[in-house]
Each structure stands twice: as C-alpha cells, then as structure tokens.
C-alpha cells in the first residue's frame, strides 16, 4: 500500500492558533503542518497537507487521494456534522480513514455530537488538541505497515 497519506482540514481551520485559543490552542495550522512534516519523515510516511473553506474542494482532494494515498486523515471541521457529500467521497476511498477533531466534541454543543464521518472512519480522536494529528498519523502508518505484513 502507497506511504502516501492525505491530511486534509476544513473549514476555519486556517485560523487555528489566531482565535478562539480557549477552544482551540495557540498553535497555528502552519505549526501542525511543520509537525505533521517531522513525524512523517521519522515514520517513512509521505503527505500531502490541505485547508480549504470549500466542500468541493475537500471532496476533490479524497477523490485524488484515491488513486495514490494510502490513507487519508481528516478534520472535516463544521463539515463534519453537515456533510453526506464528504462521507459519500470517503466511502469511495479505500484505505484507512482517521478523523481528528481538536476540541472533544462530546463536551461541546450537542449539534456537535453528531458526525457523519464517523460512519466511515476506522478511527475517530477528539479532544487531544492538535496533538491528536500525529497520533491520528501513527495510527495511519501502523495500519498501513499491518497491510504490508510490516507490523
Ligand atoms: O475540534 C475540532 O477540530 C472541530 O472539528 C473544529 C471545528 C468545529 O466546527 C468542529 O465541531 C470541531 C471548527 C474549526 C474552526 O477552527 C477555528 C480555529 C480557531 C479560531 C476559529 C475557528
């Protein structure tokens, strides 16, 4: 299976670290991406890191995720609780899916308990802050690794 994985984030997410601190953090989504970067190297993984405000082009990027990631991690933000359309694209892909919420959205409103995604995702982490993007990246290179009989 491809080393190739996708990490996509939706929207508003571009102001992580410059809002909202009391929710979300001090840390920028440019410091994640730099995370992410490092631990990628250090678990032989390849990614590829995108934001977008719009639906289409989230869904755009799963459907090129199909033809050569291995595995796709996901904050779908506010989408998460609105969109078939983003759980339609990832039922369409077939390797591992983990969504990653910063914030515990069971602790939060209760429009936000709800996830489509979650109907999807081989694993779901909420409320380890932005620390839970390379947990959810360990976990995609453990998955991959038991494909290849690595693990
Ligand atoms: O906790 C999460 O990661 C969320 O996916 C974040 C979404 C929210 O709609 C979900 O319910 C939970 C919101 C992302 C907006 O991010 C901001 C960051 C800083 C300042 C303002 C918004």
Known sequence: MS???????????????????????????ADVEAECRALAGELDLAIRFHQSNREYE??????????DAGGIVINPAAFTHTS?????????FDAPVIEIHISNVHKREPFRH?????????????????????????RVARLIDEQAGRA
Do not use: C, M
């Open 3 to 29: 080393r190739l994985v996708y990490i996509l984030n939706g929207p508003n997410l571009n102001l992580l670290g410059k809002r909202q601190p009391e929710i979300y953090g001090r840390v920028t989504l």
């Open 58 to 67: 989230l869904i755009d990027w799963i459907h090129e995720a199909r033809n």
């Open 84 to 92: 078939v359309a983003i759980l339609d694209a990832l039922n369409a």
């Open 114 to 138: 709800h996830s489509f995604v979650s109907a999807r995702a081989d694993g779901v982490i909420a409320g380890f802050g932005t620390q839970g993007y390379g947990l959810a990246l360990r």
